[in-house]
């Protein structure tokens, strides 16, 4: 798209969503982890446009808008499968349509994953999904050449890890 300027600025902008993922798995509430997470996934679609990674860019809006989806469904206390269901599907035909070789099925996995977190309502839940779809996520990233998507991945691999052995302490009694 603008070549060697559009690939730099889109790096430069997947270090942002890498701060703002990492941020959202240190939040105690759903609530803070889909907001978190709708801002990520946004900066990550417009930094796959960049790289020219149209699986993931498209995979990145909708993860954004099933973000949203899910904020409303948790606000009003719903848990009907409509919406899990919905947007499963909807990541399995986008990927398909917007195909750009076998590595398109990492992410499609990881994202098909992330859907399925995305509908908890328990953040530990959540976050011991995101060690299934990250590692997804990070093998499509290593093949689209994407550094900030690689170093996004595990960052926030790390913070999910770290959250979650800080919340089994703090449910143990042995926070310090």
Not at 65 to 82: D, T
Not at 88 to 116: H, K, R
Not at 159 to 164: D, G, N, P, Q, R
Request: hydrophobic share 55%.
């Amino acid at each position: 798209m603008l070549g060697d300027t559009g690939i730099m600025i889109g790096q430069l902008l997947s270090l942002v969503a890498v701060a703002t993922g990492f941020i959202s798995f240190q939040m105690k509430t759903p609530k803070g982890i889909l907001l978190f997470q709708i801002i990520t996934a946004l900066i990550f679609s417009a930094h796959y446009i960049l790289i020219d990674a149209m699986t993931a860019a498209a995979l990145n809006f909708i993860a954004a808008i099933m973000c949203v989806a899910y904020y409303i469904r948790n606000k009003r206390g719903g848990k009907g499968l409509f919406v899990p269901i919905f947007f499963t599907l909807l990541v399995f035909i986008t990927s398909l349509l917007t195909w750009d070789g076998i590595y398109s099925l990492f992410i499609m996995a990881g994202l098909l994953v992330n859907s399925v977190a995305l509908s908890l309502s328990d953040p530990q839940q959540i976050r011991k999904l995101t060690l299934i779809k990250s590692p997804l996520c990070l093998i499509y990233n290593l093949c689209v050449w994407s550094a900030g998507g690689t170093v996004f991945e595990i960052s926030v691999l790390t913070s999910a890890i770290i959250a979650l052995v800080k919340n089994r302490k703090e449910r143990n009694g042995n926070a310090e």
